[in-house]
DNA sequence: CGATTCTTTGAAAACAGTCAATCTGTGTGG
DNA sequence: CCACACAGATTGACTGTTTTCAAAGAATCG
């Protein structure tokens, strides 16, 4: 049901906004219902993306292909976070990258033109695409400090506390993906700590 | 000269948005006009930070200090960037951030609140801030992507074009703490580079 | 010039990746 | 209900990369 959905998205926006019925009304007929079925594709390299994706349940991964054939997973999107190629977006160009879903999943697409004329029309909604934004900037910056500063253990450690939750829903060897590490390296990580 | 900085200023906006000088006239008295010199700091760790800062000259560099003591530069900020914490200045809590120059430099700081009312009052600014936010989300994107995926030769060599100019500028032993290798391991890469 | 900082080099050790085999759980079709 | 296929996870042996530690060589600055 597409309102179910859509009530998850009003209960989401209460952490940052508070928007009336009224903006409601008018945010509700925008978006794009979607069900995804675990390994479906939302976008895949080469098209031209145009949305802003609000995940109501289930989760999705935004990865690309290098050139032997390895995926490289740039992110996780569960409910309640936003997925979707920025860059492909603003730049009008095809995406470099794949997003689909690792279980299924529920998601709003709110097109970007739409999207835009709420952020004008509404000041709460505008504030919270602010906010929002501020966000997934300061987790990129943390994730990159991870990196640099972290070994692989340290990395999978920091992610667990990053995103609880996240490890139970995601199997290993796309969190590996997700660390820059091998499954294999994963899998002694883990062996170590779970006979401690 | 601080006209002769926020000339420089003046001249980066024209990338982005279409400033009137009568916008101009009421960005100018808001600016605080600072040179640093090459090691001084613009922020210290435990300092709460207020401003946004554009570079008109130089460069800085954004680190943080594990409990070893080591430092682990997780930004660049030459001129026609911007620098400063967003994750303390959002959330007004004490830094976990160092910032200071590499090379002597100048910038201007936009106190945070007046920046804001510059925001709102200015629509070619706030177009401009929206957009160069956009940007460097885009940009730890695609860092990310290069740790996860390449080695320490590849990640040196996608830093050589993802910031040309830089290597000659910075440090070496800086540059490796940027990619999170050591500055050893950059030292043998650019060895073997040079040679061929 | 002397002091400091930055860079390079070498050898050994630690770490992570590769390749190949095996194990586990899940779900599907006969 | 069983047998089988399949995807995900683990293990072992080996290889390759990166770090560590120690020393020495440039470069820069007062």
Same mark, same amino acid.
């Given at each position: 049901?597409?309102?179910?959905?859509?009530?998850?998205?009003?209960?989401?926006? =209460?952490?940052?906004?508070?928007?009336?019925?009224?903006? %409601?009304?008018?945010?509700? +007929? !925008?978006?794009?219902?979607?069900?995804?079925?675990?390994?479906?594709?939302?976008?895949?390299?080469?098209?031209?993306?145009?949305?802003?994706?609000?995940?109501? #349940?289930?989760?999705?991964?935004?990865?690309?292909?290098?050139?032997?054939?390895?995926?490289?997973? !740039?992110? %996780?999107?569960?409910?309640?976070?936003?997925?979707?190629?920025?860059?492909?977006?603003?730049? *009008? =160009? +095809? #995406?470099?990258?794949?997003?689909?879903? /690792?279980?299924?999943?529920? /998601?709003? $697409?709110? +097109? @970007?033109?739409?999207? *835009?004329?709420? !952020?004008?029309? $509404?000041?709460?909604?505008?504030?919270? /695409?602010?906010?929002?934004?501020?966000?997934? %900037?300061?987790? #990129?910056?943390?994730?990159?400090?991870?990196?640099? #500063?972290?070994?692989?253990?340290? =990395?999978?450690?920091?992610?667990?506390?990053?995103?609880?939750?996240?490890? @139970?829903?995601? +199997?290993? *060897?796309?969190?590996?993906?997700?660390?820059?590490?091998?499954?294999?390296?994963?899998?002694?990580?883990?062996?170590?700590?779970? *006979?401690?």
């Amino acid at each position: 049901m597409d309102s179910a959905i859509f009530e998850i998205f009003k209960q989401y926006t =209460k952490r940052y906004a508070e928007l009336t019925e009224s903006d %409601f009304e008018k945010i509700e +007929p !925008v978006g794009i219902y979607r069900k995804l079925r675990k390994g479906q594709y939302m976008l895949q390299e080469g098209e031209t993306w145009k949305y802003h994706a609000f995940i109501a #349940s289930g989760c999705l991964r935004t990865f690309s292909v290098d050139e032997k054939g390895n995926e490289h997973i !740039v992110g %996780f999107a569960i409910s309640n976070w936003w997925a979707g190629d920025l860059e492909s977006l603003k730049s *009008n =160009k +095809p #995406s470099k990258f794949n997003i689909d879903a /690792v279980n299924d999943s529920e /998601v709003i $697409l709110f +097109p @970007d033109r739409a999207y *835009n004329k709420l !952020v004008t029309e $509404l000041p709460s909604f505008h504030k919270m /695409v602010i906010t929002i934004h501020d966000r997934s %900037f300061m987790a #990129s910056q943390r994730r990159i400090l991870s990196y640099i #500063s972290h070994s692989a253990e340290e =990395k999978y450690l920091a992610f667990l506390e990053m995103y609880p939750g996240f490890a @139970d829903i995601i +199997p290993k *060897n796309m969190i590996a993906s997700f660390l820059g590490i091998t499954r294999e390296t994963l899998s002694r990580i883990r062996q170590v700590r779970d *006979n401690q």
